[in-house]
């Protein structure tokens, strides 16, 4: 072999070699996923699911982006679960929707999709953007159910139903029935530039004492303080709240601890928790200590940590006047709120206790933000809680641990 051919064969070599590391360079760094959640409610066991049945679901997304995804669920359902049609659009007025913008969902390609029992399935991404702030009306036609079904049981918001399958039409003739719960669907997400944070409670963070319709729940306010801050890399908010909920415990809705995985955890783009549960679990006179109780916010937050999420801990609120008040209950309340302001065991503090109580009486809340049962803000008190949140505690780098 020549000199000349010598040298053109080794850099045809060094050539393939450069390639062959690049290429395997590629392979090994892993592809952000661009996917973050704009609306989510957790998922709880309802009545009976009948089959044969359309839902039209109004949602109000947070964030906007491009290739929107749906999450259905069948987590608490005890046999297979037949979703036979599956439409998204945009609410006009009521069940009816803007001409021509309905649009047909896939699961892998497919029109229909059967879940088992426990199952959860994303739909086929599509093509467009949707816009932060937007009404969303997700129409399931429910083929075949039976046994519990999976949904969320106080939306606040109205939603439609009717039998037989009216998941395609644009018109609201045949949504006859008016219901006030979301069925099967606990999330929907975009792909967009903007992380995401999820408000993890129980029924002030659902959005009870809150106007129905009017999304003036405190996330919801959360929300659109976000949307109106250029240049945050937090945008999407995921309301996680469920009525009566608990930490420790399982009753209305499994516990916080149970269901952190599912309603939090695996939702997608989320940077930061916030953790604002506990007053259940001190209204229910089962002897919960101030010790259980931050025992359980620390395997919370410890889980969170691990999944590279910061969380902001919230003061659990006063409330006196409630039926189920009682002073041992509230001297552990003020204990705990004491470790959640100093322990350190929180990335950021969001103090609703010191925004909402009354300087007169602190163990009541402030009439002016009092929804009436001295137990849930009204929506002047939601607003506040959403105001006194310091919204650079949400820009997440990676949890302190």
């Given at each position: 072999m020549s000199g000349a051919a010598h040298r053109a064969l080794i850099a045809v070599v060094a050539l393939a070699a450069t390639v062959l590391a690049t290429s395997s360079a590629a392979a090994a760094t892993p592809v952000a996923d661009p996917s973050v959640v704009t609306w989510a409610a957790s998922a709880d066991r309802l009545g009976e699911a009948?089959?044969?049945?359309?839902?039209?679901?109004?949602?109000?997304?947070?964030?906007?982006?491009?290739?929107?995804?749906?999450?259905?669920?069948?987590?608490?359902?005890?046999?297979?679960?037949?979703?036979?049609?599956?439409?998204?659009?945009?609410?006009?007025?009521?069940?009816?929707?803007?001409?021509?913008?309905?649009?047909?969902?896939?699961?892998?390609?497919?029109?229909?999709?059967?879940?088992?029992?426990?199952?959860?399935?994303?739909?086929?991404?599509?093509?467009?953007?949707?816009?932060?702030?937007?009404?969303l009306a997700v129409s399931l036609y429910v083929r075949t159910a039976g046994g519990p079904a999976t949904g969320h049981g106080m939306a606040l918001q109205t939603s439609y139903a009717t039998a037989g399958d009216h998941a395609a039409e644009e018109r609201d003739g045949a949504y006859t029935d008016q219901i006030g719960s979301w069925f099967y669907l606990d999330a929907v997400s975009v792909d967009t530039g903007p992380g995401a944070v999820v408000t993890l409670g129980d029924s002030i963070t659902d959005g009870w004492q809150s106007t129905t319709d009017k999304n003036l729940r405190w996330p919801d306010f959360l929300a659109r303080r976000l949307h109106g801050t250029p240049g945050s890399t937090v945008q999407g908010?995921?309301?996680?709240?469920?009525?009566?909920?608990?930490?420790?415990?399982?009753?209305?809705?499994?516990?916080a601890l149970a269901r952190l995985d599912r309603d939090v955890l695996s939702l997608p783009g989320v940077r930061t928790v916030?953790?604002?549960?506990?007053?259940?679990?001190?209204?229910?006179?089962?002897?919960?200590?101030?010790?259980?109780?931050?025992?359980?916010?620390?395997?919370?937050?410890?889980?969170?940590?691990?999944?590279?999420?910061?969380?902001?801990?919230?003061?659990?609120?006063?409330?006196?006047?409630?039926?189920?008040?009682?002073?041992?209950g509230d001297a552990v309340r003020m204990e705990v709120n004491e470790w959640i302001r100093t322990s350190g065991a929180v990335d950021a503090v969001a103090d609703f206790d010191k925004v909402l109580r009354s300087p007169y009486n602190p163990q009541r809340l402030l009439p002016t933000f009092d929804g009436g049962d001295h137990l849930h803000p009204n929506d002047k008190g939601m607003q506040a809680m959403a105001d006194s949140i310091d919204l650079g505690d949400l820009e997440c780098d990676g949890a302190s641990g």
């Amino acid at each position: 072999m020549s000199g000349a051919a010598h040298r053109a064969l080794i850099a045809v070599v060094a050539l393939a070699a450069t390639v062959l590391a690049t290429s395997s360079a590629a392979a090994a760094t892993p592809v952000a996923d661009p996917s973050v959640v704009t609306w989510a409610a957790s998922a709880d066991r309802l009545g009976e699911a009948p089959s044969d049945r359309s839902y039209r679901l109004v949602v109000r997304t947070s964030v906007g982006g491009s290739g929107m995804r749906i999450r259905v669920s069948n987590a608490f359902g005890d046999r297979p679960l037949v979703i036979g049609s599956a439409y998204v659009g945009l609410r006009k007025s009521g069940a009816r929707l803007v001409t021509g913008s309905n649009r047909k969902l896939r699961f892998d390609r497919a029109a229909s999709v059967t879940l088992a029992p426990g199952e959860i399935r994303y739909s086929d991404p599509l093509p467009g953007r949707t816009e932060a702030g937007s009404d969303l009306a997700v129409s399931l036609y429910v083929r075949t159910a039976g046994g519990p079904a999976t949904g969320h049981g106080m939306a606040l918001q109205t939603s439609y139903a009717t039998a037989g399958d009216h998941a395609a039409e644009e018109r609201d003739g045949a949504y006859t029935d008016q219901i006030g719960s979301w069925f099967y669907l606990d999330a929907v997400s975009v792909d967009t530039g903007p992380g995401a944070v999820v408000t993890l409670g129980d029924s002030i963070t659902d959005g009870w004492q809150s106007t129905t319709d009017k999304n003036l729940r405190w996330p919801d306010f959360l929300a659109r303080r976000l949307h109106g801050t250029p240049g945050s890399t937090v945008q999407g908010v995921a309301n996680a709240g469920i009525s009566g909920n608990q930490v420790l415990v399982d009753g209305a809705g499994q516990s916080a601890l149970a269901r952190l995985d599912r309603d939090v955890l695996s939702l997608p783009g989320v940077r930061t928790v916030v953790l604002f549960e506990g007053v259940n679990d001190l209204k229910s006179h089962s002897g919960v200590t101030a010790a259980s109780l931050t025992a359980g916010y620390r395997r919370i937050i410890d889980r969170a940590h691990a999944a590279g999420k910061c969380v902001v801990g919230a003061t659990v609120l006063p409330y006196q006047g409630w039926s189920e008040w009682d002073p041992q209950g509230d001297a552990v309340r003020m204990e705990v709120n004491e470790w959640i302001r100093t322990s350190g065991a929180v990335d950021a503090v969001a103090d609703f206790d010191k925004v909402l109580r009354s300087p007169y009486n602190p163990q009541r809340l402030l009439p002016t933000f009092d929804g009436g049962d001295h137990l849930h803000p009204n929506d002047k008190g939601m607003q506040a809680m959403a105001d006194s949140i310091d919204l650079g505690d949400l820009e997440c780098d990676g949890a302190s641990g």
